[in-house]
């Protein structure tokens, strides 16, 4: 992330200023965890000074709840950039077990955000949960939907979803890429039983 310095940040619209923190505070949470990242944390990486963020975000909840709507639509929309470019319903499939792959393999991996956030977060603030919950549904009914335009049973929609959830906590707890392989040959005898053979 390029340092931004108090000048720079000071110059900046609100909407931009709102960016950056929610950027930041994404790169600081994935790195060290919310509960760690105070808003002088925020204030010393982003350079916005504590006064704006406070008129920006009322409270760190708030930003937390924009990192994580942040985060699903950046995740939506590489799954289906990676399921885009697959030019079968079976690859469609396979292609989401290949995007988390990739993303596994990336410096900064330290597994799902959501999941991670409702491990810190969860019991205690619902409206994170909700959040959380929520995108892990869009995540399963995306699933689904594509094991429907492939002709596959209803089973096979939950079953894809779950390999994938599972692959993403085994990887950022053994810390390499492994998962995504074994979830992907997995799911592949899954659609093979299912008869989605192309």
Same mark, same amino acid.
């Given at each position: 992330m390029t340092k931004v310095?108090? &000048?720079?940040a000071r110059s900046m619209s609100d909407d931009a200023a709102r960016d950056l923190v929610i950027a930041t505070a994404d790169s600081l949470y994935n790195l060290r965890g919310i509960q760690s990242v105070?808003?002088?944390a925020l204030r &010393?990486?982003?350079g916005v000074s504590l006064k704006r963020l406070y008129k920006l975000f009322p409270s760190k909840e708030v930003?937390?709840?924009e990192v994580l709507r942040s985060r699903h639509?950046?995740?939506m929309t590489s799954v289906s950039a990676?399921?885009?470019d697959a030019a079968t319903p079976r690859g469609q499939l396979l292609a989401i077990f290949d995007y988390l792959g990739a993303w596994f393999g990336e410096n900064d991996f330290r597994g799902c955000g959501f999941i991670n956030s409702f491990g810190e977060l969860g019991g205690t603030v619902?409206?994170?949960a909700g959040i959380v919950r929520d995108h892990k549904a869009d995540f399963q009914a995306y699933v689904a939907r594509l094991v429907e335009q492939a002709g596959g049973p209803s089973?096979?929609?939950p079953q894809l979803a779950i390999l994938a959830e599972g692959a993403q906590t085994t990887a950022a707890i053994a810390g390499t890429s492994q998962a995504a392989d074994d979830a992907r040959r997995a799911a592949e005898i899954l659609m093979d039983a299912a008869g989605i053979t192309e």
């Amino acid at each position: 992330m390029t340092k931004v310095t108090t &000048d720079d940040a000071r110059s900046m619209s609100d909407d931009a200023a709102r960016d950056l923190v929610i950027a930041t505070a994404d790169s600081l949470y994935n790195l060290r965890g919310i509960q760690s990242v105070g808003m002088d944390a925020l204030r &010393d990486a982003s350079g916005v000074s504590l006064k704006r963020l406070y008129k920006l975000f009322p409270s760190k909840e708030v930003i937390v709840e924009e990192v994580l709507r942040s985060r699903h639509e950046r995740w939506m929309t590489s799954v289906s950039a990676a399921v885009a470019d697959a030019a079968t319903p079976r690859g469609q499939l396979l292609a989401i077990f290949d995007y988390l792959g990739a993303w596994f393999g990336e410096n900064d991996f330290r597994g799902c955000g959501f999941i991670n956030s409702f491990g810190e977060l969860g019991g205690t603030v619902e409206s994170l949960a909700g959040i959380v919950r929520d995108h892990k549904a869009d995540f399963q009914a995306y699933v689904a939907r594509l094991v429907e335009q492939a002709g596959g049973p209803s089973w096979l929609g939950p079953q894809l979803a779950i390999l994938a959830e599972g692959a993403q906590t085994t990887a950022a707890i053994a810390g390499t890429s492994q998962a995504a392989d074994d979830a992907r040959r997995a799911a592949e005898i899954l659609m093979d039983a299912a008869g989605i053979t192309e």
